[in-house]
C-alpha cells in the first residue's frame, strides 16, 4: 500500500509542476461541454417558407397566419406569377407552400380544399420534421375553420411524464456532460503511461520493487483525483448551463461517477501500455473515447437505431452506460431499480481494461 501511495504523491507532483498541463486538464473540459451544448440542438426553428396564396381569400391568409405564428416556420410571401420550385432550386426556402384557387370555396362546401407542400428533402431529417409540424399545423386549423365532418370525434390528450416542458436540455445536458468526461480523464492516464515508455523511464520502473498492479494502480488514484475535479467542475456547468437537477434519489448518479471515472482512467493506462507512444496514443483516445461515445453511446442517436451489426460496440462504450445514469438522475429519477445495471456494467468495463493494463506491464517486467 505504502507503494502505491508513494506512485500517487509522484504522479500528481509531476502533474502539478506543469500548470499549463493541469490547467488545461481542467478548464477544456468545460469549453468542450460548453461548445457541445451550445451546438448541438434536436429542434427545428425558423425554417424559411415561401408561402404563394393564389386563393387570397379570408381563410387563405388566416392558414398562412397559422404558419406564421408557428415557431417552426419562417413565412416568406410569394408573388402569384412566380415559380415556387425556384426558390427550392436557389436554396431560397426549405419548403414551398401553394394554396390554390378555390381554397375557401371548397372548404366551405366542405368538398376537400388542398394545400401542396414542397419539402426541400436533400436533409431527410429536417424534411421529415417539417412535414410533421406541417400536418400539425394544417390540422390545427382544420380544427378552427374546417367542416364539422373534418374534426375528428375522438381528440386525444397527451402528456409527457418525464420532461413536461419538453425542453430539449433535459436530454441534451446529461449527454453532454458524459460526453465531456469521456475523452480527459483516459487521455491524460494514456499520456502519463506511454510518456515513460516513450521516454524509457518506464526501465527503472521495471528495475524497482513495484509491482505492475501497485505502479498502475497508483498512476490511476492520481488520475482519478484530477478526473473527480474535472467531475465536480463540469457538473457545476451542467447545473447552471441547463438548468438540470437531481430527480429522486443520487447515490446511483454518485456510486457510477466513481466507477465511470475509474473505468475511464483504466481505459487510458491500458491504451498507454499498450501504445508507448504519446502522438499514437492520443490518436487512439481521440478515436475511441470521444468519437465512439459521440456516435454510439445514445447521447444523440438511440441505441436501438444503430444497425445491429454496429450496435455491439456500444456495450463497451463506458459513456453509453453513464449517460443512462445521468439521465436517470437529472429527468426521470427512477432511481436503483431503473439503473442497477449500469454500475454492475462499468465494474465488468473497469475490470477488463486494467486487467488488461496490468496484463501487459508484468509481461513486460517479466521480459525485462
Not at 509491482?211 to 494502480?217: D, I
Request: aromatic share 12%.
Amino acid at each position: 500500500m505504502k507503494r502505491i501511495i508513494a506512485q500517487t504523491r509522484k504522479e500528481l507532483t509531476q502533474t502539478f509542476r506543469d500548470r499549463l498541463t493541469l490547467a488545461l486538464a481542467l478548464v477544456l473540459p468545460l469549453v468542450q461541454m460548453w461548445l457541445i451544448g451550445s451546438a448541438v440542438s434536436l429542434s427545428v426553428k425558423d425554417l424559411r417558407v415561401v408561402v404563394q396564396d393564389m386563393d387570397q381569400t379570408p381563410l387563405s391568409r388566416q392558414y398562412s397566419e397559422v404558419l406564421r405564428n408557428s415557431l417552426t416556420f419562417q413565412v416568406v410571401p410569394l408573388a402569384v406569377q412566380e415559380q415556387p420550385e425556384r426558390a427550392l432550386d436557389r436554396g431560397d426556402a426549405h419548403a414551398a407552400v401553394v394554396i390554390p384557387e378555390g381554397f375557401e370555396r371548397d372548404l366551405r362546401r366542405d368538398v376537400g380544399a388542398e394545400v401542396q407542400w414542397l419539402l426541400d428533402g436533400a436533409d431527410a431529417n429536417t424534411a421529415t420534421n417539417m412535414r410533421n409540424h406541417a400536418n400539425t399545423v394544417t390540422q390545427a386549423f382544420n380544427r378552427q375553420h374546417g367542416p364539422e365532418s373534418a374534426r375528428p370525434a375522438v381528440v386525444a390528450r397527451t402528456r409527457f411524464w418525464f420532461n413536461p416542458g419538453n425542453d430539449e436540455d433535459q436530454f441534451i445536458g446529461p449527454g453532454t456532460f458524459a460526453v465531456g468526461l469521456a475523452l480527459f480523464p483516459p487521455l491524460l492516464a494514456a499520456l502519463a503511461v506511454s510518456r515513460e515508455g516513450e521516454q524509457k523511464t518506464i526501465l527503472q520502473v521495471y528495475v524497482s520493487s513495484i509491482s505492475a498492479h501497485e505502479y498502475l494502480l497508483g498512476k490511476i488514484i492520481a488520475f482519478i483525483i484530477i478526473a473527480a475535479a474535472e467531475w465536480a467542475l463540469t457538473l457545476v456547468l451542467a447545473l447552471l448551463m441547463f438548468g438540470l437537477w437531481f430527480k429522486g434519489d443520487p447515490t446511483p448518479f454518485l456510486v457510477s461517477s466513481f466507477l465511470f471515472l475509474f473505468c475511464s482512467v483504466a481505459f487510458g493506462a491500458m491504451i498507454g501500455a499498450r501504445i508507448p507512444d504519446r502522438a499514437a496514443a492520443i490518436q487512439a483516445i481521440q478515436n475511441t473515447c470521444f468519437l465512439l461515445s459521440y456516435l454510439l453511446s445514445g447521447f444523440i442517436f438511440p441505441v436501438q437505431n444503430i444497425p445491429v451489426y454496429v450496435r455491439w460496440v456500444s456495450y463497451l462504450i463506458p459513456a453509453r452506460y453513464y449517460i443512462e445514469v445521468a439521465r436517470d438522475a437529472f429527468v426521470r429519477g427512477g432511481g436503483w431499480p431503473a439503473v442497477w445495471y449500469v454500475p454492475v456494467a462499468l465494474g465488468i468495463l473497469s475490470t477488463v481494461y486494467f486487467v488488461s493494463a496490468w496484463a501487459r506491464m508484468r509481461r513486460m517486467q517479466v521480459e525485462a
